[in-house]
């Protein structure tokens, strides 16, 4: 069973501009969470996404957003971008069947210039 | 206000010893916790887990300790081996309520010593 799959693992963007992230959930997963690490913060919540419907947000500005298509895929989008959006980028899915388990992918790693 | 804290950020013990990581929350309504572990370069992997209803669960080397009374769990790996030395995450989520999703602790990074 293929594991979580996050696009793309590095990228370097400079301030101002925008970044999209891609996520594909394990298979026959619906829900799909997106953490923000950092090495000061460890990994702070930014959504959550069940059948296409955002069901958590964390407290995160709006230049943060994401969205999840019906094949459970998920992106998240930052615009605006700042120094501090630099950060690895981490995707979880979950069948929700289970007792919480999130099983993460590789993560994106950005760096804003 | 950080509802899930790991108060070490590091913590080092010799190969074959016990490593004890330790946990505080303040949300009493947190009914799940999670401890997960990373590696460098990879996303976190899931490790063990304990409903709030328990007080102890073992799998293989690692035990989860929860006193609820305290607010404070803690993970024990017995005895300690070098492939063990990762970033260790505790996590906490209220499934009983409307915040489904997963509060992380900041992080302990364990080193076992051969």
């Known amino acids: 069973k293929a594991g979580v799959t996050q696009t793309p693992r590095y990228l370097i963007k400079t301030r101002g501009q925008q970044v999209t992230l891609s996520c594909s959930p394990i298979?026959?997963?619906?829900?799909v969470s997106w953490y923000q690490q950092t090495p000061g913060q460890g990994l702070q919540f930014l959504f959550e996404?069940?059948?296409?419907?955002?069901?958590n947000k964390g407290n995160f500005p709006g230049r943060f957003s994401g969205r999840q298509f019906s094949n459970s895929r998920s992106e998240m989008n930052v615009s605006t971008l700042e120094l501090g959006d630099s950060a690895l980028y981490l995707c979880?899915?979950?069948?929700?069947?289970?007792?919480?388990?999130?099983?993460f992918g590789e993560g994106s790693r950005l760096t804003v210039l | 206000d950080q509802q899930v804290k790991q108060n070490s950020p590091s913590l080092s013990v010799q190969e074959g010893r016990i490593s004890i990581l330790n946990c505080d929350y303040t949300?009493?309504?947190?009914?799940?916790f999670l401890w997960y572990k990373k590696y460098p370069a990879e996303g976190p992997t899931f490790l063990i887990s304990?409903?709030?209803?328990?007080d102890k669960n073992e799998d293989g080397r690692f035990t989860v300790f929860l006193n609820k009374s305290a607010k404070h769990l803690s993970l024990h790996i017995v005895p300690s081996q070098p492939g063990d030395s990762a970033v260790y995450f505790c996590?906490?989520?209220?499934?009983?309520?409307?915040?489904?999703?997963?509060?992380f602790g900041k992080g302990t990074k364990l080193s076992v010593k051969p």
């Open positions: 979880a899915s979950s069948s929700r069947a289970s007792t919480g388990e999130l099983f």
């Open positions: 298979s026959g997963h619906r829900s």
């Open positions: 996404y069940f059948s296409e419907t955002q069901r």
């Open positions: 949300n009493s309504m947190f009914d799940y």
């Open positions: 304990i409903s709030s209803i328990k």
């Open positions: 996590a906490a989520a209220d499934y009983g309520g409307s915040q489904g999703n997963l509060i």
